[in-house]
């Protein structure tokens, strides 16, 4: 990646959710990455966004510590750790911290849209066990047995009176919705990047069915957090389409066709984060249960968030030709961590219900080369349905387009 700016020889990369789990263990990945594939010559600024300046001082100072104790003091000199503070579900914080950046920064090359929340409340313990005993590994990648809640959405984001303002779904806001904000509001500067990127983390079990057109908040939905990353999916394998295209320049905007950044889709597989908090003896057997599924063929449970974050810093850090190569050859898809039954870490394109591997057509295992990682009674792609799912994603870009107008005006009113 270069840039026109006056930082010449400067990577910047901005992380959300950056001081614990999946997002820290990106920061982690990316410094070792970034040290053993980048000249010595170039920097890297890594940007730490949390919710709370503790947060991002201490995430900060870990960070550096890992990085002097893994690649030297001497590299470590080459990277600077910097915190900034964002609330997603606030979104004048959103608006808040992208100004801050601007006053700061002349570019920015990557933006991982990773921090996020669950919406869990529990486990229906009696199916789980059942599901695990008769169905080990699909059960573990893609569970039935989560307990969500359902109606929850984020405090008032004006002053404006009660009930003049509509509603935000809370896991809607935090895992996308603040997300797409902040990368509109940061076009500006990915745009002054070449081969700059928003790197989406989704999540393997996004369901087809998780996500409703007429819910399309999922405030009513019993599987809020599904139907965010369904939603995240339509949107980063469409964005460059030409169906959608006239719908998306507006996001985009000031951002042109050849400058605007591109959109990549990703997913960490299975692993252990506290976005799913569990009391210390169920942890311990829940990662246990993890490790058999993966010794009996499943690719998907990386268990740990470094391995997690395989895929997502490889979107980040890749030459941009072989991206683009693998993406005419194959289509674009959905990149996730994967791992073999002795956890050596890999990239493998996932599949998409409605959209396959890549948008291509026909027998699924001569596209992908495997059967391996496939949800039990996924279908083959038609015609049919890439169409259906074609404009699927045009449909939730105009809706998303709407809601994103719409807030600004509130919020700058």
Not at 76 to 103: A, G
Request: charged share 20%.
């Amino acid at each position: 990646m270069s840039h026109s700016g006056n930082e010449a020889g400067v990577l910047r990369v901005m992380v959300t959710g950056a001081n614990s789990g999946l997002g820290y263990a990106m920061c982690c990945r990316l410094i070792d990455e970034f040290h053993h594939t980048r000249p010595n010559l170039e920097s890297l600024d890594l940007l730490i966004v949390t919710r709370s300046a503790t947060k991002g001082t201490e995430a900060a100072q870990k960070l550096r510590r890992h990085a002097e104790n893994t690649i030297g003091r001497t590299r470590t000199q080459h990277i600077r750790f910097l915190p900034e503070i964002v609330d997603l579900t606030h979104l004048s914080t959103v608006h808040e911290l992208s100004k801050t950046l601007s006053l700061k920064y002349d570019h920015i090359d990557v933006l991982i849209c990773n921090a996020g929340i669950g919406g869990w409340i529990g486990v229906k313990w009696l199916q789980a066990t059942w599901d695990v005993l008769t169905d080990w590994v699909n059960s573990l990648t893609w569970p039935e047995f989560i307990l969500s809640g359902v109606g929850d959405t984020t405090r008032p984001q004006t002053s404006a009176k009660s009930g003049a303002e509509p509603v935000l779904g809370e896991v809607f806001c935090a895992n996308l919705f603040g997300h797409y904000m902040l990368a509109h509001y940061l076009m500006p500067l990915l745009s002054q990047a070449d081969d700059s990127r928003i790197v989406w983390v989704s999540t393997v079990e996004a369901h087809a069915r998780a996500f409703s057109l007429d819910d399309f908040q999922g405030i009513q939905s019993n599987v809020p957090y599904r139907s965010s990353k369904r939603l995240t999916d339509a949107l980063a394998i469409t964005s460059d389409l030409p169906s959608t295209a006239s719908i998306a320049d507006s996001f985009y905007h000031p951002s042109k066709p050849a400058n605007r950044p591109r959109m990549y889709n990703s997913h960490p597989g299975v692993c252990v984060t506290a976005i799913f908090p569990l009391p210390y003896v169920l942890l311990f057997a829940y990662i246990g249960a993890f490790y058999i599924a993966r010794w009996l063929g499943s690719i998907w449970h990386t268990i740990l968030p470094y391995s997690g974050a395989t895929a997502p810093v490889w979107l980040a850090l890749a030459d941009q030709q072989m991206l683009n190569v693998l993406e005419e050859n194959q289509g674009v898809g959905k990149w996730g961590s994967a791992t073999d039954r002795a956890g050596n870490e890999r990239v493998e394109r996932t599949e998409v219900e409605g959209w396959g591997y890549g948008g291509i057509v026909g027998d699924a295992t001569l596209v992908s080369g495997s059967r391996k990682g496939r949800m039990r009674g996924a279908k083959d792609l038609t015609k049919e349905a890439r169409e259906d799912f074609e404009q699927l994603g045009r449909s939730c870009w105009s809706e998303m387009e709407k809601l994103r107008k719409d807030w600004e005006a509130r919020l700058e009113a």
